[in-house]
């Protein structure tokens, strides 16, 4: 059943049937305060620091000089060379099983002769204060034979191009086609045929907390112990075992609170791998955090490639086929362990997946260069493969003389398109209902008259539209399968302790997302319990259960399912207890507010008297096994491999033609995410899920010299949005619960930067259609605006 649902703004109380009310994160108050425990408040007894001497060339063989000056230097304890750390760390290899051709370069913790991007970590310093190892940066020197650079993917795939590096076989990282029905039949029988070319500029995540770790190695007992900021723990688990030779029972991570992720902290970091080294090869204390500078050029980049596409439809403005082919710019390596592809392959995946397409050829390839290698960014290829038909149909619609919303309409794929054996991932969307509640929101009408009037005016204002596809909740069939040591899974371990407390450890890590006041909700309707006393902890190997992490919109989906199935079994024993207990029907029997009662409403007991009789006096329950008040569950997806969320975002813009400035002025997303466990959380996360998607569009752009030197790598010169710069974001929902689950969730994470570049570039390009102008390169910068114009003219 589809509901559509929009939120009211009161907050709700601590009480019965938490799901679906706005619950305050129950950290917001501790971490506002300043009482968060980031990583920079970890204290491994007084540890030593970490900083790096990086590339300042994109390509280039160098030689270590003399270090004997910064050695002496005050506080430094060692200095470390790429060839001290292969004692004790060995080089890593990304590898993807199921995708063979992908072939990345060995990567070392430390550059060892030869450097591939501005920015790589070539020299350690260990000095007592971070400081002091800066200091020492100062004096070390190195004899520098600067190489020809590779910086752009059409460059690096030209014969003639020099490799990005030597151990390459080719600079081509990727070519991969999706082919269906006759595309070259159906567009030579079209009766329109749109074009359009496309430029995604390359974008980093810029968290509020910057990476880094701080790692305790004990010789005598050879255990190491990391903290780190970082979203997949037990990933890093594995890594730090593999890599530093190391039994996994003897590696233990911890993630304390995270300050913001987005993607970018997933990978294994070159700088985080020899900080990690360097505690093992030395046996101290060593801490390391990027500062912001390092952070630009060391940081996963993501988004940077070129596409054309084109589409096919008939008079009535029906799709026939869809035409694409777009080319990524990876960095000179693929990151480790996920790799550097996903961007790409997600593009071939869900270019169009919103609509019937019955004939489509699409064609994405990647290209090794000497740049910041890419990796997981805020919704990974979804925002590109949306923003490239978005347009298409907008330029369709105009040529066919169509209303947008229409031709949207006209085209969504249903369940009807799909077959008897059709893709089960696209069973149940909510496209048509998400476009009614949307043009009913904005709207549409009025603002379409507003914008005829004001045109006359020579005030040039656009309205976007972008329906998105959400790829959330992803199971064990895309890393697992492909031999990456990620867990497919998430997990819940419930315990009713003695004091009546339920302690949740859970592998969804959370990283400001709110989503262990999800499952706090989850498990006190589940298990008939107040919230306040439900402590749910994530982000230690060594006492949570096995899991993913956060990232792809799981926290809630998965975790959130585990975490219903744990609270449903735990009541179960709980029930059975007393009914035992008491010589009753466990049937007799309910839970609610912490109190076990006979469903006529007499108080049998509370928790805690159950919880303390199974813990200290078991005696009096006449059962030859007591049932556990410890209970672990785990989910991940049977049937599908993900889940599918959808929903439709919608942009006013207003463009000064003299000055090529956009102001957004209006945004509205109607969202399906399944059940909402938590509006106030949802409706936030989508907010600022939008807002990162309106700074891309607009604003951030790492920027590349021909030399391959990032030129606006601080945050005076690469552009974030600001508060003053945003506009209202209005969020409602329509609501189909995800039918493979208990509670329905389908994960909302990266919901809102799906659907707002190409919100953005389609309300951007319906402004300058009066001027027969439009943009083709993102993000739109005046100077992008005043050139499409001038262009035209």
């Known amino acids: 059943m589809t509901e559509r649902i929009k939120f009211a703004d009161e907050v709700a109380t601590y009480s019965e049937g938490l799901v679906g009310k706005s619950v305050p994160r129950q950290t917001a108050r501790r971490l506002a305060t300043g009482r968060g425990r980031y990583l920079d408040d970890i204290d491994a007894g007084v540890p030593y620091h970490v900083a790096f001497y990086r590339s300042p060339y994109a390509r280039a063989r160098f030689t270590v000089g003399d270090l004997s000056a910064a050695q002496k230097m005050p506080g430094v304890m060692r200095i470390v060379t790429g060839v001290d750390l292969s004692a004790v760390c060995a080089p890593w290899v990304t ?81 991969r086609e999706i082919r269906r029905g006759d595309s070259a039949l159906v567009f030579g029988q079209a009766a329109c045929v749109v074009k359009h070319r496309f430029s995604f500029g390359r974008q980093t995540g810029v968290p509020l907390e910057a990476r880094g770790v701080v790692a305790r190695y004990d010789p005598r007992t050879e255990e190491l112990v990391v903290y780190q900021s970082h979203q997949s723990p037990f990933q890093m688990q594995e890594v730090y075992a593999k890599q530093l030779s190391m039994p996994l ?64 439809l008939d008079e009535e403005g029906r799709i026939l086929g869809l035409r694409f082919d777009a080319l990524f710019t990876f960095g000179a390596v693929s990151l480790y362990p996920r790799s550097s592809v996903g961007e790409a392959l997600q593009v071939l995946e869900m270019c169009g997946l919103a609509y019937n397409v019955p004939a489509l050829h699409g064609r994405v390839r990647g290209a090794f260069v000497n740049k910041v290698p890419t990796g997981a960014y805020r919704a990974v290829g979804q925002p590109l493969a949306s923003a490239i038909i978005e347009q298409l149909l907008d330029n369709a619609a105009a040529s066919l003389g169509m209303d947008r919303m229409e031709i949207r309409r006209k085209n969504y794929i249903v369940d009807a398109d799909l077959g008897g054996e059709g893709d089960k991932r696209l069973r149940g969307l909510s496209l048509h209902k998400c476009l009614d509640a949307l043009k009913e929101d904005m709207g549409y009408g009025r603002l379409r008259q507003r914008q005829d009037e004001l045109r006359k005016l020579g005030v040039y204002r656009g309205i976007g539209l972008c329906t998105f596809i959400e790829q959330t909740g992803v199971g064990a069939g895309l890393y697992g399968r492909n031999g990456v040591p990620v867990a497919g899974k998430e997990s819940v371990r419930l315990q009713l302790g003695a004091s009546g407390e339920i302690t949740c450890s859970t592998s969804a890590s959370e990283s400001g997302q709110g989503a262990h006041t999800g499952l706090a909700q989850i498990i006190a309707d589940g298990l008939g319990c107040p919230m306040d006393s439900i402590f749910v902890r994530s982000g230690d190997t060594l006492v949570d259960p096995t899991g993913g992490g956060a990232w792809a919109s799981r926290g809630i989906a998965l975790g959130g399912e585990a975490a219903h199935r744990a609270a449903k079994q735990l009541r179960a024993n709980v029930l059975s207890i007393v009914a035992a207990w008491k010589s009753m029907e466990a049937a007799e029997l309910e839970i609610d507010h912490g109190v076990v009662s006979l469903t006529n409403g007499e108080v049998i007991c509370s928790l805690q008297q159950v919880a303390r009789l199974a813990h200290y006096d078991s005696t009096q329950i006449p059962l030859a096994e007591i049932p556990s008040l410890s209970i672990e569950c785990s989910y991940s997806p049977f049937e599908k491999p993900y889940f599918m969320a959808n929903g439709i975002q919608a942009a006013e813009v207003e463009i000064d033609i003299e000055t090529g400035q956009v102001k957004v002025l209006d945004f509205w997303v109607v969202e399906d995410c399944g059940t909402v466990i938590n509006p106030l959380l949802v409706d936030e996360q989508i907010r600022g899920g939008v807002v990162q998607g309106i700074g891309a569009a607009l604003f951030e752009h790492c920027i590349y010299s021909d030399t391959g030197q990032m030129s606006n790598a601080s945050l005076a010169d690469y552009l974030v949005p600001m508060a003053s710069e945003m506009p209202d974001i209005h969020v409602s929902h329509v609501t189909t619960p995800e039918k493979e689950t208990g509670i329905g969730a389908k994960g909302v994470g990266e919901a809102g930067t799906v659907g707002s570049i190409g919100a953005i570039w389609s309300a951007v390009n319906d402004a300058l259609r009066p001027l027969e102008a439009a943009a083709e390169n993102q993000p739109f910068t005046p100077d992008v605006i005043l050139s499409a114009i001038l262009r035209k003219a």
């Open 249 to 312: 029972s003897r590696v233990r991570v911890l993630c304390p609170d995270v300050g913001g992720a987005f993607g970018i902290k997933l990978h294994a970091y070159p700088d985080e791998m020899a900080a990690v080294a360097i505690a093992r090869l030395l046996a101290v204390p060593i801490k390391y955090q990027a500062d912001r500078l390092e952070s630009f050029v060391s940081d996963a980049h993501a988004r940077e490639a070129i596409a054309t596409a084109e589409l096919a």
């Open 95 to 175: 590898r993807l099983e199921m995708l063979p051709e992908h072939v990345s370069a060995p990567q070392h913790p430390l550059a060892i002769d030869e450097v591939y991007w501005q920015g790589e970590p070539v020299i350690a310093v260990v000095a007592k204060t971070r400081a002091q190892a800066e200091d020492a940066l100062d004096v070390i020197e190195i004899d520098w034979d600067d190489l020809e650079p590779v910086v752009d993917a059409a460059q690096a795939l030209s014969p003639d191009s020099p490799l990005a590096h030597p151990q390459l076989p080719s600079n081509l990282a990727l070519d």
